[in-house]
């Protein structure tokens, strides 16, 4: 087996690798590492959670090192790009921790906060910018950043970043990029339709294939339960009692829905947050961070943390709704069993389902495992809305008040009461009333209206 110190790597990078923790190089990093210190372009695939970003970062932090010239202001000497911010800020730390004692200078750059501090850091030089493609176009747009002395250019999460969701801004901020760089594209799935776009952008490249893309982890131990819409909540509160989850990710389809897991668990007393693309950065940074750090153990997300995203601890990854991308699976699932460890996805199918669970088992090759799951009826699903009695619109156009619901137990004998019951008239008073004796002798008013009107 490979060790670290044969791929040529600087005294202070193998330091940082091993007080990382690592002991020998993934299969991905023991392929790539030689291939980019040589300075090649590269496509990388290998699975969920096997170390792409070291394979991509070390090499790297070593060409960077080597410089022997000063910074120049907003023209970084290397772009990373990625899909997400959480995902950028990830990387941001791993190269924290890679590129210890090398006295480079990276930065994070991505929307929802203050441009100021991004603007800053890019005006007193950089070495390694890591952005999201919206705010970075944004700010070269503002001559705030500009790419010109690239010298190595990365698509983390490659196949997202070139798909149509960024496409757009991908298309405008290649051109800036100097023709003569270095290029390394890395996914763990890589759609064939991709595959022809992204080798549009590399030069004579080289291609690490450690498994076929889109392998799901062996170690994931993968799972359907056929469930109907309505039976979801009970389904998810049942695993998060009865199976032994450290961290549980919850994916579902839309952020109102994950909204609304939220609030059902809170109400079982079950601490987790949310995290999509309608909440604040600070409430997106600190679900993370309260997850990550365990004070909460399950975090409801929508895809925006299905890639890339790091956590130790994730045990279990629930598919509340299938992804509509089968390629999402691969990714969403891949938040657990990391780093050699074990885990388990389990993901619910409903009725309308049916076509995205096949196009998953037909990228991944796989059939899973299948369960069924019949729920009770349970109040607390039923009422997301706020209950309003029943009320018999017949009976109300008629005045009467609807009968009351019965509450009889299963079984036994309901008598129903009588359905409008009406008090016996009583018997009408002469006296009173507006025909009464003493008005017989007061003018009528409408009367002598009418007549003044016709006078005149
Ligand atoms: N050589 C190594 N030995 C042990 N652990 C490692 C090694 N390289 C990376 N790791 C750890 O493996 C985990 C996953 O790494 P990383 O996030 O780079 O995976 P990835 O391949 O990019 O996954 P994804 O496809 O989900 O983005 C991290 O916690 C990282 O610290
Ligand atoms: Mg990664």
């Known amino acids: 087996m490979q060790k670290f110190s044969d791929l040529q790597l600087k005294e202070q990078i193998l330091k940082n690798v091993l007080n990382a923790g690592y002991e020998t190089p993934t299969p991905i990093q023991a392929q790539s590492i030689p291939i980019l210190l040589e300075g090649g372009d590269l496509l990388g695939i290998a699975q969920t959670g096997t170390g792409k970003t070291a394979a991509f970062t070390l090499p790297m932090l070593q060409h960077l090192s080597d410089r022997q010239f000063s910074l120049m202001s907003c023209e970084p000497r290397a772009l990373i790009l990625a899909p997400t911010r959480e995902l950028a800020s990830q990387i941001k730390e791993q190269l924290d921790k890679y590129g210890q004692g090398l006295k480079l200078k990276y930065a994070v750059i991505f929307g929802g906060v203050g441009q100021a501090s991004q603007v800053a850091a890019l005006r007193n030089g950089l070495d390694i910018v890591v952005a999201t493609p919206g705010r970075l176009l944004d700010l070269m747009n503002q001559g705030h950043c500009r790419l010109n002395r690239v010298e190595i250019f990365v698509l983390d999460e490659a196949d997202r970043m070139l798909d149509m969701g960024f496409i757009n801004d991908i298309r405008k901020i290649i051109p800036k990029l100097p023709a003569k760089k270095q290029t390394l594209l890395f996914s763990a ?81 079950i601490g987790c947050a949310a995290i999509h693309g309608n909440k604040s950065q600070s409430a997106r940074e600190k679900a993370l961070e309260d997850f990550k750090s365990g004070k909460i153990k399950v975090l409801i997300a929508t895809d925006i943390a299905a890639r890339g995203i790091d956590v130790q601890g994730v045990s279990h990854v629930v598919n509340y709704d299938l992804p509509v991308e089968a390629e999402s699976y691969v990714h969403r699932i891949g938040r657990t069993a990391r780093a050699g460890k074990d885990g388990s996805a389990i993901s619910f199918c409903d009725d309308s389902e049916n076509d995205a669970l096949h196009r998953i088992e037909k990228l991944i090759k796989l059939k899973l495992p299948r369960e069924n799951f019949i729920g009770v009826p349970e109040a607390s699903v039923q009422s997301s809305r706020p209950d309003r009695p029943y009320r018999d619109p017949r009976a109300q156009q008629r005045g009467g008040r609807p009968a009351p619901r019965s509450e009889a137990q299963p079984g036994e004998k309901v008598i129903h009461p009588p359905r409008y019951e009406h008090a016996p008239k009583a018997p009408r008073d002469p006296n009173q009333g507006p025909n009464k004796p003493d008005d017989k002798n ?15």
């Open 442 to 456: 007061k003018p009528k008013v409408g009367f002598r209206f009418r007549q003044k009107k016709e006078r005149y």
């Open 189 to 269: 799935t890589m759609p064939p339709e991709i595959a022809t776009l992204a080798a549009k952008l590399l030069h004579n490249p080289k291609k690490v294939e450690v498994t076929p893309p889109a392998t799901t982890v062996e170690r994931i131990n993968q799972r359907v339960i056929f469930v109907s819409k309505a039976h979801k909540y009970q389904l998810l509160r049942k695993i998060l009692k009865e199976e032994s989850t450290e961290l549980t990710l919850v994916f579902t389809r839309t952020k109102h829905g994950a909204n609304k897991i939220v609030d059902y668990l809170n109400m079982h007393q």
